[in-house]
T-cell receptor
Framework: DAGVIQSPRHEVTEMGQEVTLRCKPISGHDYLFWYRQTMMRGLELLIYFNNNVPIDDSGMPEDRFSAKMPNASFSTLKIQPSEPRDSAVYFC????????FGAGSRLTVL | AQSVTQLDSHVSVSEGTPVLLRCNYSSSYSPSLFWYVQHPNKGLQLLLKYTSAATLVKGINGFEAEFKKSETSFHLTKPSAHMSDAAEYFCVVSEGPKLIFGTGTRLQVFP
């Protein structure tokens, strides 16, 4: 996990609130990915960036979800407004030769 | 499109017995394949990867996997299970820069 720092590790919020998840890659990479993991749907790829540019966002479930990567050391995933079905663990991962995951952000929307 | 199918959602073994986690892949060309492990409430960790250099790939913690093109399989094995091996295991295929994950196999290890 040392290659990718995610925050917050846990977040509990109420339906309708805005949620921002953060990802800080420590090591060098060309690609950055956002995944979501739930019991029902497993691991889903939401979006990925190449050299800070979004390449494929077809996995983003709705317009309520948005992701940015203003520089190589920082990315955010925002949900506005949040809904209970967004409850999941969100992982950020970077890829050079292999995919290295962060520890994840566990989101609970009440 | 590339895909992987993990044939068992749950596998239970006794400590000290062999482990076999099965994975079949679908790919239109020679794929890059991986196994990742996820311990409870943790992120995903790379166990091993296959990139066509050798069909038998050795990973961490005594795991290995064999690429069999004729069977389109990439099964994960370990000769002797340890209690600490209890986790979720994911077979993964590369599609360009993206990694496509299987649905996972939960391994239980009984004393």
């Amino acid at each position: 996990d040392a290659g990718v720092i995610q925050s917050p590790r846990h977040e509990v919020t109420e339906m309708g609130q805005e949620v921002t998840l953060r990802c800080k890659p420590i090591s060098g990479h060309d690609y950055l990915f956002w995944y979501r993991q739930t019991m029902m749907r497993g691991l889903e790829l939401l979006i990925y960036f190449n050299n800070n540019v979004p390449i494929d966002d077809s996995g983003m479930p709705e317009d309520r979800f948005s992701a940015k990567m203003p520089n190589a050391s920082f990315s955010t995933l925002k949900i506005q407004p949040s809904e209970p079905r967004d409850s999941a663990v969100y992982f950020c991962a970077i890829r050079d030769d292999v995919l290295t995951f962060g520890a994840g952000s566990r989101l609970t929307v009440l | 499109a590339q895909s992987v199918t993990q044939l068992d959602s749950h596998v239970s073994v006794s400590e000290g017995t062999p482990v076999l986690l099965r994975c079949n892949y679908s790919s239109s060309y020679s794929p890059s394949l991986f196994w990742y492990v996820q311990h409870p409430n943790k992120g995903l960790q790379l166990l091993l990867k296959y990139t066509s250099a050798a069909t038998l790939v050795k990973g961490i913690n005594g795991f290995e996997a064999e690429f069999k093109k004729s069977e389109t399989s990439f099964h994960l094995t370990k000769p002797s299970a340890h209690m600490s091996d209890a986790a979720e295991y994911f077979c993964v295929v590369s599609e360009g820069p993206k990694l496509i994950f299987g649905t996972g196999t939960r391994l239980q290890v009984f004393p």
